[in-house]
């Protein structure tokens, strides 16, 4: 007989009668086993055994022993979760035992009289426990991987939400599928898996649409500059990176990573809007310079004019009577014939200019035009004070005279539908940025104007912009009143906010109120307020330190 090499099993024999014992690991011999084996037969022997520095492959237990039975021996291997398969040899098989300690976890059941059965059994229980073991330390190492990539994934949550980016991962359709950071009025929880357009400002979707099938088609990343609405009507700006997620060789979606730029974007735009203005004001400035000459000189030779015509008209009527004399004379006796026809000419001629229309008006036209002229000097003057070189330096000024030159300035926008009514009180001089307050000041009259406009439209009707000065202890307070239609209770909190308008484009781009507050408090260490009654009217009013201590230009 060819004997293929003996296994090694180790067994731990639960028995007490000893040749039971051997007739097993005979059985066991011949099945080609190298067996090991320790006998035990009672409960602290079997314990010991248990807790010994050994791998027993199997258990083979007789039923009942003394004092002890299969069903402790069990409850032995049970307690130490040890899987180790579990074999009844017994003398006489009870039926509802065997069912119980098979429920309890015995692996097989069979008799002393048919060991046959014996090696397949055990083979078969070695090969599933093999298989159980595998399965085992394949789930632990499924566990330990788990963890270390809950424990990974922690780490990057901690880190990305105290990132200073707004970091975003989205799939191919824009659904969100990570977020580290979410407006105050959102959680997490609603926002992932939601679409990610609902974030951004309406006139960008379709921008972002095509960036994300770009990134995600090309796989190459984006740098650009987009913008979102908060729900107070402000606008939040963000400088974004936008590159693939790949998973294998495949693109699964994009992920942003967007840092707010929003101060930095505010500061430039309010630089560039004092620049334009600063612009405009020397442009202004150069305009009124050059206006200046040619009306000096025009108003001079109006003045030659006026007197020249008046002294013309004098003596043209001298000449007149000397004319009715000849006349007269004429008839008394016969004039030379010359004489006769110079005398007929001057008469027509002075018919055809209408001599008496003309010594009626011509006085009065030149006297309007040098009222208007006057009024061409005035707004000159007015625009060459208004857009005064930028100081850097602030300096005491006349504030009563500065906003007369801001509204003689401003005539054009309110015009049309409101009437201006000044009630400019003692002002001591005033130590401030004049053409900065003078921009609050215009900006403060065109609102007015608008809300007026919005008011009257195109009807016959005119409201009134009040415009005050007085002084108050250590401060000057200028106020712009208007008859329009009020501010509603939902927007007041608004309207200081960088951009934010109500205006349509092109009529207002939301910075007016957001300058003058920076001019103001910032620049002026003043106060921005404003009382308002929808149907009414607004005022606003601008507080002043007579001496601001020298803020930083
Ligand atoms: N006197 C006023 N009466 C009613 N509403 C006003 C008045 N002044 C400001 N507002 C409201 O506040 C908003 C913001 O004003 P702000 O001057 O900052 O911007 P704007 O006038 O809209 O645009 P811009 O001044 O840049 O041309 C206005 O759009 C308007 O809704
Ligand atoms: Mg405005």
Known sequence: MVRTIDKPLCVLLIEDVEDDAQLVLLELGRGG??????????????????????????????????????????????????DIPFIIVSGTIDEERAIEALRMGARDFMSKSRLARLVPAVGRELQDAAVRADRRRAEQANAAA????????????????????????????????????????????????????????????????ARLRSVVETGQALTYETSTLTPDGGRLWYSSH??????????????????????????????????????????????????????????????FLRTAAHDLLQAFAKFQVVHRLVQRDGAARPLPAELT???????????????????????????????????????????KEFSHPAHR?????????????????????????????TDLGDLPPVVCHVNEINQVVLNLVVNAAHAIGDVVGHSEARGRITVRTRSDGEHVV????????????????????????????????????????????????????????????????????????AVAA
């Open 33 to 82: 086993y190298q067996v090991e084996w320790l006998r035990v037969d009672t409960p602290a022997a079997m314990a010991a055994a248990l807790a010994a520095d050994k791998q027993w492959d199997v258990v083979i237990s007789d039923f009942s022993l003394k004092g002890f039975t299969a069903l402790d021996a069990i409850r032995l291997v049970r307690d130490r979760q040890l």
């Open 146 to 209: 788990l963890a270390e990539t809950r424990s990974i994934h922690d780490q990057l949550d901690a880190l990305l939400n105290c990132a200073p980016s707004l970091v975003l991962a989205v799939d191919r359709a824009g659904r969100i599928q990570f977020v580290n950071q979410v407006l105050p009025h959102l959680s997490k929880q609603e926002v992932i898996g939601g679409d990610w357009l609902l974030y951004i400002a309406p006139e960008e979707h379709a921008q972002m649409t």
């Open 242 to 303: 936008m590159g693939a997620v790949r998973h294998g060789d495949a693109i699964v979606g994009a992920v942003i990573v967007a840092n707010d730029v929003t101060e930095t974007r505010v500061a430039q735009m309010e630089a560039a809007a004092a620049q334009r203005l600063a612009a405009i004001g020397t442009l202004a400035a150069g305009i009124a310079h050059e206006i200046n000459t040619p009306v000096q000189f025009v108003g001079d030779s109006l003045e």
């Open 478 to 549: 200028i106020s712009v009143a208007d008859t329009g239609a009020g501010i509603p209770p939902a927007i007041r909190e608004r309207i200081f906010t960088p951009f934010f308008t109500t205006k349509d484009v092109g009529k207002g781009t939301g910075q007016g109120l957001a300058l003058a507050w920076n001019v103001i408090k910032e620049r002026h260490r003043g106060e921005l307020t404003f009382e308002t009654e929808v149907g009414r009217g607004t005022t606003f009013f601008v507080r002043l330190p007579r001496a601001t201590a």
């Open 393 to 421: 330096e602030m300096a005491p000024v006349d504030l009563n005279r500065a906003i007369q030159n801001t509204l003689t300035v401003a005539r054009g926008e309110y015009k049309y539908v409101a009437d201006l009514e």
């Open 341 to 383: 026809q110079a005398i007929d000419e001057a008469a027509r001629a002075e018919e055809d200019a209408d001599i008496h229309y003309l010594r009626e008006n011509v006085p009065g036209a030149l006297e309007r035009c040098k009222e208007g002229l006057g009024r061409v000097t005035a707004i000159v003057n007015a625009m």
